[in-house]
């Protein structure tokens, strides 16, 4: 019985990693925002990869992002928004709802001031 369970978890991550490493549909941007007076960086990422880095001498935020569906409908409905409040930079993702073998995630890379 051990076995089986150990196939069937195989079978269903093998089938999600397969999923993952796929993008059928695929839109890259970037946006950055001059970090004035802002001391926080809030993130709110959601599916995807995140990497966030420190740049000595950088004076303002930079993301790189790259959107990832199963079809174009779920790819325009995948946003982001880079933004600063007071002394808070804010950077917030809104993915679609997905179902079965339907996917969508935002891959970010993030330089900030070191």
């Not at 089986?4 to 991550?13: K, R």
């Not at 490493?21 to 004035?36: I, P, R, V």
């Not at 935020?61 to 790259?66: G, L, P, R």
């Not at 930079?89 to 891959?107: G, H, I």
């Amino acid at each position: 019985m051990r076995g089986y369970l150990l196939a069937i978890a195989a079978i269903f991550l093998a089938s999600g990693a397969q999923a993952w490493d796929d993008c059928k549909f695929e839109d890259q941007s970037t946006e950055s925002l001059k970090t004035g007076g802002a001391k926080l960086m809030e993130i709110d990422a959601r599916a995807g990869l995140l990497r966030v880095t420190g740049k000595k001498g950088a004076k303002e935020i930079t993301v790189n992002a790259t959107a990832c569906a199963a079809n174009e409908k779920l790819l325009n409905d995948v946003e982001w928004s880079l933004e600063r409040d007071g002394d808070r930079a804010r950077l917030s993702v809104t993915l679609p709802s997905t179902r079965n073998n339907q996917y969508a995630r935002l891959d970010l890379v993030v330089t900030v001031p070191a």
